[in-house]
């Protein structure tokens, strides 16, 4: 599976932003697709997540009320929205799908995920 993340970029504090991550190549495996960020200096983060069936969503606690995830309706694209984004929320963003079916699914684990797009960079900044 091909990831493509894009819609980063320079936003002010309070901003939204909008991220969507493109799958192609055999997207029947997709598990779940979720989003990790790196700001500078810190490890990858788990941010939200998608089951790619049914469709449950996961939130770290910094994203809870803030963003949201979808899938795009019968397509293969997921968007994370981000709204009153802070300073704090600076980093290179990532998608990345899980496509083994494995016996336990921890979204929150980068080593659960077998696919990973390239980042996309956010920046808030006054």
């Known amino acids: 599976v091909q990831l493509q993340a894009s819609g980063g970029g320079l936003a002010q504090p309070g901003d939204s932003l909008r991220l969507s991550c493109a799958s192609s190549?055999?997207?029947?495996?997709?598990?779940?697709i979720s989003w990790f960020r790196q700001a500078p200096g810190k490890e990858r983060e788990f941010v939200a997540g998608?089951?790619?069936?049914?469709?449950?969503?996961y939130y770290e606690d910094f994203a809870k009320g803030r963003f949201t995830i979808s899938r795009d309706r019968g397509g293969n694209t997921v968007n994370l929205q981000m709204n009153s984004l802070e300073p704090e929320d600076t980093a290179v963003y990532f998608c990345?799908?899980?496509?083994?079916?494995?016996?336990?699914?921890?979204?929150?684990?980068?080593?659960?995920?077998?696919?990973w797009g390239q980042g996309t960079q956010v920046t808030v900044s006054s």
């Open positions: 990345a799908a899980v496509t083994r079916p494995l016996e336990t699914i921890v979204v929150e684990h980068q080593s659960t995920y077998d696919s």
């Open positions: 998608l089951r790619w069936g049914g469709g449950s969503t």
């Open positions: 190549g055999g997207t029947f495996r997709i598990i779940v």
